[in-house]
Structure formats: structure tokens, C-alpha cells
């Protein structure tokens, strides 16, 4: 196969023809933060944390999409690289809920580790927050859409992996959100034992419904707590 020389980093690199500048970086020992991103799952450029700065290109490039050509000169960590990564995440944090102290998934949530490996604290931004009721029809899942960053990672994960078609984008703008069919509650017979869209999920806007959570762990169930029950 074709090998691709670049330099990366002042670094004299090269890989296969095809491979992304995010795949040769972690490669090579080089982090670059991503959020819509998995290696098990088609590469979109979505959420655009991975961007990295390319002599001779006006505009910062997606990472985790670019593949490597020859002569590239790549700075993953540079000063406008940087400030990018940290103005997205502000703008991700400004429409996100306040509620990390009390949420699930605050301690393992990717949107604040990275925003702290940026130390980034308080968005500068104003913006209204999304804000959704908590949907938890589903004996399988829990959903809190206040908390979603549409990083398309559950979409994907559904169709690619779980090789079902439950979830898709819908709207635009503020607007935006990811939806079940015609914007219905998710609570599919084929989401049954199924968590592929949980466990990809990178804030806590996908959860497991308490009484499941607590079998895995071999608790004894709390009735009072589950609806209907």
C-alpha cells in the first residue's frame, strides 16, 4: 500500500494512503479530543472538537474525515487550534442544562472532560437552553433530551451496529433534535435488551431505566421508584 510522508506536530510521520489525521495521530501518542466521533462508526465531522490546523488551508479541518496527503503540514495543538476547541465547547456547554451535579453520568461525561482538559469553566456565550421532559415510557430506556449535543453518535450506533433504523435527525437549527419516526416517544419492541445507543452516548441524555441499572448491579429493586409499578 502506498505510504503518505506528512509532518505533524514538527514530526516527520507517514501512513497508509486513506488514513485520517486523527487515525494516524492516536497512532502515533497525539490526543486529539473528539465527541461525534468512534472508531466503530462511519466518521461524520459533526461536533467538530477534532479540528487541526493545515498549512496552506484557509479554514481548520476536521480530524477525524481528513485522510493524510502528501506534504501535509499538521498542527494539532496550536493556538487557533485551541481557541476553536474551546469556543465550540462553550457554545455546546451555553445550551446545555446546569444539572451536572445531580446528573447520572456527570463523573464519566465526555462534553465535561474535555471541556475541563480545555479549561473551559463558564460559557462566555448566552443562548437559551434546551429544554425537553424527561422521556421514560420505555422499559429499556430513559431518554433527557436537554442533554443531547447532537453528536449523532446514537443514530449511527443504531443503524451501523444494532442494524436498526429507530433513531434519525429531524428539524434544523436550535431546533434540531433526534427523533423516533414522526417525533414519538421511543419505547420499539427491537430496543428491547438491546443498550448500543447507551453505552455510545458521550453525555447522560441516554440512560438505563433505574430498575435495570440496579439488576446489573444484583440490587434489590426499589418498586416505589419505577412508575406504574
Avoid at 484557509?58 to 503540514?73: F, R
Avoid at 414519538?184 to 448500543?196: A, E, I
Amino acid at each position: 500500500m502506498k505510504k503518505v510522508n506528512i509532518t505533524l506536530n514538527g514530526r516527520r510521520l507517514s501512513g497508509p494512503e486513506g488514513m485520517t489525521i486523527l487515525e494516524l495521530a492516536q497512532e502515533n501518542g497525539i490526543d486529539i479530543p473528539t465527541l461525534c466521533y468512534r472508531p466503530e462508526l462511519t466518521p461524520i465531522g459533526a461536533c467538530r472538537i477534532c479540528v487541526v490546523e493545515v498549512a496552506g488551508v484557509p479554514t481548520l479541518v476536521g480530524a477525524c474525515h481528513t485522510p493524510i496527503s502528501e506534504g501535509m503540514v499538521i498542527h494539532t495543538h496550536s493556538p487557533k487550534v485551541r481557541a476553536a476547541r474551546r469556543a465550540i465547547v462553550e457554545l455546546l456547554l451555553a445550551s446545555h442544562p446546569d444539572s451536572c451535579l445531580i446528573c447520572d453520568q456527570a463523573n464519566i461525561c465526555e462534553l465535561r472532560q474535555i471541556a475541563a482538559d480545555l479549561e473551559v469553566g463558564l460559557s462566555r456565550f448566552r443562548s437559551r437552553k434546551r429544554y425537553y421532559p424527561i422521556e421514560d415510557v420505555s422499559p429499556d430506556i430513559v431518554r433527557d433530551l436537554s442533554k443531547c449535543i447532537l453528536c449523532r453518535r446514537c443514530v449511527r450506533a443504531c443503524r451501523e451496529i444494532a442494524g436498526q433504523d429507530v433513531l434519525s435527525v429531524a428539524h434544523r437549527g436550535f431546533g434540531a433534535k433526534i427523533v423516533v419516526d414522526t417525533d414519538q416517544p421511543l419505547n420499539k419492541d427491537v430496543c428491547r435488551d438491546c443498550d448500543v445507543c447507551i453505552s455510545i452516548c458521550p453525555t447522560g441524555a441516554l440512560r438505563r431505566p433505574k430498575r435495570i441499572t440496579e439488576e446489573k448491579k444484583g440490587k434489590p429493586l426499589v418498586i416505589s421508584e419505577e412508575k406504574g409499578e
